[in-house]
């Protein structure tokens, strides 16, 4: 998928201002990530022997599950942030230019805290996504919650209780995320009356 974006000839999006920036978030964003997960940990040690011409050498779960969920949710969050810088009224630039501030000091000064602001929560958002996406993980071997839950299951035999007991840790997880969301949220709204 990721190479035919960026190689198809007729995809107008890309052929106008092919960049690998603009590669990078449609391959992540565009695929499951249950599939980038198996192409870094089958894939990657392929194409690595392929270009090589050394012996595949595997990659652990543990590189595999960093590696792809890190790429998968920094598309996410660069899209947040872009999203974000951009809708701030063009006038605040212009301002911030108007009193001498460099590009780089108008950003950081003016438009950057702005734009925080407002992608506090669909940061959240992210990260809670992110989280429960690490059950995908157990299908490399990667010992996250889900494959421990499963492990016990295979030992026990209590399917119920287990998946109960997980799916609970699940939820206290993502509604700890949710509560600290929330009080980022009022802090910042509490700083813009001072």
């Not at 974006?5 to 052929?15: H, M, R, W």
């Not at 006038?91 to 925080?116: C, K």
Request: proline share 4%.
């Amino acid at each position: 998928y990721y190479i035919n974006i960026c190689l198809k000839e007729d995809f107008t999006a890309i052929k106008s201002q092919f960049a690998p920036k603009k590669c990078y978030f449609f391959s992540p964003l565009g695929t499951p990530l249950l599939v980038q997960i198996f192409i870094i940990y089958y894939g990657v040690p392929q194409l690595i022997a392929a270009i090589t011409g050394e012996q595949a050498q595997a990659i652990s779960p543990w590189t595999a599950a960093i590696a792809s969920t890190s790429i998968n949710s920094g598309a996410y969050v660069a899209e947040i942030f872009r999203a974000g810088i951009q809708s701030i009224d063009r006038g605040q630039m212009e301002a911030g230019r108007s009193l001498g501030m460099t590009y780089a000091q108008a950003m950081f000064y003016v438009i950057l805290p702005q734009a925080f602001k407002r992608v506090v929560p669909p940061l959240g958002n992210e990260f809670i996504a992110m989280l429960k996406d690490t059950s995908l993980l157990s299908v490399i071997g990667f010992e996250e919650l889900s494959r421990r839950g499963a492990l016990i299951i295979g030992w026990n035999g209590r399917a119920f209780e287990v998946w109960f007991a997980v799916a609970l840790l699940y939820l206290i997880m993502t509604l700890g995320i949710s509560q600290l969301v929330s009080f980022t949220e009022r802090r910042l709204k509490t700083g813009d009356h001072h």
